[in-house]
């Protein structure tokens, strides 16, 4: 009883295949009640088959999973009325005004003693109570899709990327709103590509890629764990340095085209290559030594970039 | 199954259905526009009141009487042509199926038969008529039939051959009668099919049926506020379609509990192939075309419109095997003949076709794993 109430979601030996494709390979991993848990990974990585399998969307291939101590595939009925879920890519009905659709959802789960107007002031949209779903911008139709989530006021809440494709602004607010439902104490379980989104928000990140979870941890912890080397960042290199570095054993890596990153473990190895350089008569405009932070580190491990704006810089080692 | 989620459901549709004009349009004013038209195309001929160009070279009181009486007796609107003109040339000028000719001593020769001075006088009327006009014939046929009244009329015998007319039906009916009970049957069924596909591959691709599923609203409850609010929709464009025909042609139909009986089965029966359908065809697109492959054959050819009586006897027999042809029977017995014998015989079939159907569609309507 006592693990029951401090896991909220148990994940054991979880697969999912779909034909011949292993979408999700054989996880486990716990989401401790009351914390926010970021599922990282990029497109295609197995997330939403993962989360859709907890919150009984999908069905699992083989594995088990227990949502507030009960298996998801035995126990729907009694878990639905106790979980809140934002689907990828969520819409509602065109139609509908937000307040009429809060109204339904809390309908489906009660006689509506939902605190609809609660709901809707939480999620900054009470400007737009009476505006129909197809004239709400795409942030406002997240928000009142994460509104949605909790009509039921439920005690695990499962997101699946709730901020993609918003822009800086409207991310922003959801991640406020987000913050709130934290400090209510609510489980959040949450998938997101935004590194800085899963340092920000979340307690425990686990790194998913290729259907696999390669590291868990809070954002700190990852980073420990992970950065036993410093990246050496040279700007405006010339182009023959580049063979220098290679000559040294090290790889490195071009960012934003003109720039040089190379992954060092030793402060001495940084002398070394800044030496050779000077002596094959190569010049740079600056440096810059830090240890990784996430998106580096998710690099590392995964050997994949979280999104697109990353991939040009290649592989590291 | 929760009466009060089935109730939310039912809301949010009509609420949709109310604020989507187009949609609305479609289903509640096509079908009356249908009956509008067709009703006014075919409306009695007892009713209806032909042109007649009528040419008086004898100008008396005697030939303006008797076009006086062409009028009332053959409810004919007369226009009249002008005698210094050549009626042929007329005739063709202005595109005239008919002129009617009164020659000159039209006066003269009816008085002398009139007074009983001349028994053989007798008055040659010139029709003038364009052969290659469908509806002159029917017009000549008329005038004949006056003439034939009249001459006998003028003997001051009354005649001798006399007739009534027993229908084998308790009533006569009219065409539109025989028609609104076809329409009704059709427009439910374009109705429930197309809004199922319509509703079910939208909410699908859009993923609100996987949110749907995470709720505690069961396929049961979702099934069921479908076809409640198709049963509700059916309802009411049979109200607006009723009102009109009553409203515009004073048709006389028998309204009772077969007409909901046999609608509601309508409803049961397109919904169901509505969900078959979108299980196997999941594009919006492609639903929407396999629909309408289904729609047009039935519309057409289960005798919606006209009788399949009139047509050749393998598309008779291709009728009986459309689920569309037991409801139009169906509801023709309920509704003109008071059949209930024959209502019930078609109320089975269908009944057992929708049932067949429907659970079937209940099979096939995926809710879990998404798409
Ligand atoms: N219903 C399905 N049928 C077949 N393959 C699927 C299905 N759903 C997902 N996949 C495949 O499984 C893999 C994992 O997909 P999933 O949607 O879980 O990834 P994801 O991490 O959520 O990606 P994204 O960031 O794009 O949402 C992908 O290769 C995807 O193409
Ligand atoms: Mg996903």
Redesign the interface.
Known sequence: MANQAKHAIEVENLTKRYGNLLAVNGISFTVRTGEVFAFLGPNGAGKSTTVEIIDMIRRPTSGKVRLLGMDVTKKKRAIVPRIGVLPQDFSSFDRITVRETLQFYSRLFSRGNADIDGLIELVHLKDKAEEQYKNLSGGLQQRLGIAIALVNDPEVVFLDEPTTGLDPRARREVWDVLLGLKEQGKTIFLTTHYMEEAEILADTVAIISKGKIIATGSPVELIENNSNYLVLTLQSVDANAVEIIRKLGFEPVHDNHQDLKVRVEHTEDILKTLNAIKDAGGSFLSLDVRRPNLEEVFLKLTGEALHAGLAEGGEVG | MKL??I???L??KL??FY??RTAMFFTLAFPIILILVFGTIFLDRDKLSLDLYVQDLDHTQASAKFVKTLQFNGNFKIIEVDPATDAREYAQKHKLNLILVIPKDFGNLHDQRADNKTHDASVILTYIYDPSSTSVKTKMEYLNMEFAGMNQRMSGRPPFYRWEEVSILDQKYRFIEFFIPGVIAMAVMIASLFGTVNMNTELLQ???I????????TRTDWILSNILYQFALAIISTIAMLLVSYWVFHVELHINAWLLGFILLDVFAFVGIGMILTRFVQEAQSAVAAANAIVFPMMFLSGSFFPIEMMPGFLQTFARVLPLYYVNEGLRASMIFSDNLAALRYAAIIGAFAAVVFALGIIATKW???K
């Open positions: 009060r989620v109730r939310a459901n809301i949010v609420k949709t604020r989507e859009k993923g609100i996987r949110k749907l599923s995470t709720t505690p609203i879990e794993e998404g």
